[in-house]
């Protein structure tokens, strides 16, 4: 198996001030490809402490991805860093001049001076294409191993990696056969799954399953190996389908699918719309639908009624109803959803109402409570949900919730 | 200034599973101590690889702080490579023992034979109590050095770092007194601002300026050192009163402080109202707007007016004026906003309409061309914006410009 060595460039990874997730990514994709990670490199903007890292790198490695230190300023120096590391000279590239040059002209801008820096190569080493910013990327060989330098910004690296990397990478991995799936649940807890999946999660076994949390979105990972790519898919493929007889419809997606993605796919299919009424997410629901390039094609509008006056002016619910039940209350969740539908003479409508905290809370109505109401034209559904942790995370929680809530009821509504 | 070098143990942390945060936090506590942390090692659980990142960290570092590897299986090995870098043996503390047998009948359970390794030590080292787990940490002396094992779960990690680590960090670093300000920026380019900046910035000053970019965001962190707390505050204080001369408004607010708590925070302070009418941001710049607790004091509505249509019948924007100009324009961004403030009764409104992309971009109207409009009873401005970078990143940036523009008008038109 090839190994991989990852190098984190800048003082604020090692002061704390930045939480290091370029590294998880690309280790992430590097297992992917089938190459094994072996070490990791943090090292400060220091001309010395990066040529020695690419030094350990090239010894524990085949290939070596470097992140960090190629902004303009004098604190970037792994350009440097890699022309002495090669025992080459920096040389200014006229066309990456002009490249630079144009994305400032194209903003209206002219190029600051020092930003010329950033058109210097390590001698015999190859720019890679910045899609996103100014500073290029750096590929470099050196015997038979492959050096890539790419910028600390996450948006940037991330998509160099995928137009300018891994093209490279993937034929050179070669017969390295790996199959990796990624299948996204949602609705019940860690341990839980942990629990049903039983000894199928234990390390050192082909296909190796594991699993990642972020906001309730549990990511299976399975990651299967074998001698050609049929091989590893059918491992992959078993164990699949082992998964997803114990998981059923926990499981909402696959890859990298948001939720947000999968419902959008599923009204686009179906030649649906919808619309949003938010009161405590406060424009978040909204954010995740119109986060899908191409929201237009199912999504018109959306209402953020805070007060219960807007919810009463927008969307006409009774003060009645606000005064009887509370602003928070599957009562007015419902008439939020309905009014929302009918306003925007949309398919499908979702609303949210709760008490995001951290004041705002009462006995009855303590903070976290959110009631969720999706309507359609078969009916109106409204879930109330308690949920722990801060603002940030119930406004979280609530809208995914609400997403995979619409998406219970597409199926649900529209059998397949 | 003492020196500290990190060691992270695990093989998830290589292969992406897991974003490594206690680095970070690592990283912050070390600074505030006076430490400068001068490298980070993350190796997977193998014995050679965790004695060869004890060899490396004690050669960069006077202090070397080791997380992971703790646990009571077969992978957790850190102990083990503690006691080879030493060249001692792992001992059998009974002490220990009964202490882990504690924890384990205080839950009315057995203790499983495997915990048993987490009560041996290397020889000559001294255990480090976990209040909330069963693996003792382990501290060493070699030399001048000092070295500290904990466990790589963030909570028990925490802990221990705080009960047993930093009381013996603290009086070891001795006299040196840090002080710590940021200072948040936004409006003007990373390479600009270094510009203005331009030797205040290099490395090992005192006090070192430094800067850190998130979505236009540029945070400038000041770290001032001296013999006492007065004299590391002395000097902060005063580069920042330089800094501040330099850069003026282009300096919105200090701390974590995000433009949308300081735009709160100043309409709360007035006792003005905030409205938004967003197109492509599709409720995101309500979503950052009800991010803020207590938003509900100068916020009470929002429109999602993602389609045309929408932005006539919820707006009342003319369909002439959006045939004329386009969606994305000067004067419907104008409409959009006068129109929110009006429906809403607030004093100041914000809108947004712009080509977020990925497709929907023209010669004339590019993917990244936003207009955000500001409207007061002292008029609208309007704002014509090109962002570069993907869907996410311009939808970030048109927030983020939108709520700076608001911020700069709530200054000029009610000048303090």
Redesign the interface.
Known sequence: MKRAS?IAVG???????????N?????????GLGLE??????????LT?IERALT?ASQDADVVLLTGGL?????DLSRQGMAQFLGVELKLKEHLLDTIKG?FE???LDM?A??RVQACLPEGTEALANE??TAPGVMARRGDAYFFLMPG?P?EMK?MYRSAVEPVLRPWVGSQSIEHRRLKCFGLGESALVEKLGDRMQ?GRNPLI?C?VTLGVITL?IIGQGRSAAAARERVEDAESQVRALLGDWIYGTGEQTLAEVVAGELQRLGQTLT?A?S????????????V????TF?????????N??KT??LGVSPDVIDRCGAVSAEVAEAMATAGRR??KSDYSIAITGVA???GGTDSKPVGLVFIAVDSAAGCQVKRCCFAGD??SI?QRASQTALHALWQKLHFDLPQ
């Open positions: 990852l003082n604020e990874l090692l002061s704390g001030l930045t939480i290091d997730t590294s998880a990514f690309l280790g992430g994709q590097l297992q990670v072996v070490s990791r490199y943090t090292v400060p903007d220091e402490a350990l902004g303009p300023t004098d604190d994305r194209a903003r209206g600051p020092r930003n996103c910013g910004v948006s998509r390390r594991n990642t990972h949003v938010e405590c997410t406060g424009g978040l629901l909204g954010k995740e639908v119109t986060d390039p191409g929201a237009s999504f018109n509008r959306g209402w953020i009624t805070y007060s006056q807007a002016e927008e306003k925007s905290g951290p004041e603002r940030r406004r």
